[in-house]
């Protein structure tokens, strides 16, 4: 492995492209964000500053990495603008994703945004806008009736998860018809990845490793944050 790093580091490009993380939240995306600062040199960026990038005229930088809202929610738009981007998937188990989703995205965060007969789609929050909009489109309704009945799902009613599951299936479809494979490289949350399959990142993108993949995504991959 060291050996190969060495060779990669005398081939590897000066800068790495800018990379726009396609991952739900509660995919794994925080120890993505990880093991891109620790084992590439990517700088984080989360959330654009409450700005639609595609309307205030970002412009992606390299060496960077664009994680969480808005930019796991619009990977069609993106993927058309931002030719210059690589993508990043990073994928969990669909049914282990609902729990979390429905516990933490929703019950400790989104529910802030719902009202007596659902979600205030009218909200000026930027990350609650973007994260209501992307799931109508995943799943239409889903939010809504999660707000409509947020005591008994966020006490464990269990009614919602087939939605939530289907909502994540959605979204790795919508990934993938929209970017190009040559610019899509898809990752998962789970142990054997992490040992076997995050080494094929930097040649991917072109970039020379800091640090061994197997070492650099530590405790975070380890631990299941996500």
Same mark, same amino acid.
């Given at each position: 492995? !060291?050996?190969?790093?060495?060779?990669?580091?005398?081939?590897?490009?000066?800068?790495c492209p800018p990379v726009i993380g396609t991952g739900l939240p509660k995919a794994g995306? !925080?120890?993505l964000a990880h093991y891109m600062q620790q084992a590439l040199g990517y700088e984080t960026v989360k959330y654009s500053g409450g700005l639609d990038p595609l309307v205030a005229g970002f412009v992606l930088k390299d060496d960077t990495f664009y994680d969480d809202y808005p930019w796991?929610?619009?990977p069609c738009a993106f993927a058309r603008t931002y030719q210059n981007a690589s993508f990043v998937h990073m994928e969990r188990n669909c049914s282990a994703w609902a729990g979390s989703a429905i516990h933490q995205l929703f019950c400790r965060w989104l529910r802030g945004g719902c009202v007596s007969d659902g979600f205030n789609a009218s909200t000026t929050r930027f990350g609650y806008q973007v994260t209501f909009h992307h799931f109508e489109r995943l799943a239409s309704g889903l939010i809504d009736d999660a707000c409509r009945s947020q005591r008994d799902v966020c006490?464990?009613?269990?009614?919602?998860?087939?939605? *939530?599951v289907a909502a994540c299936e959605a979204h790795s479809r919508l990934v993938r018809e929209c970017v190009p494979p040559s610019r899509l *490289?898809?990752?998962?949350?789970?142990?054997? *990845?992490?040992?076997?399959g995050l080494d094929a990142l930097g040649p991917f993108l072109g970039c020379q490793y800091r640090m061994p993949p197997d070492e650099s995504w530590g405790v975070f991959g380890q631990r299941g944050v996500t």
């Open positions: 492995m !060291r050996a190969l790093l060495v060779v990669m580091a005398g081939a590897a490009a000066a800068h995306t !925080r120890s796991y929610a619009s006490g464990g009613d269990a009614r919602l998860v087939p939605r *939530f *490289f898809a990752a998962r949350l789970d142990p054997s *990845f992490n040992r076997t």
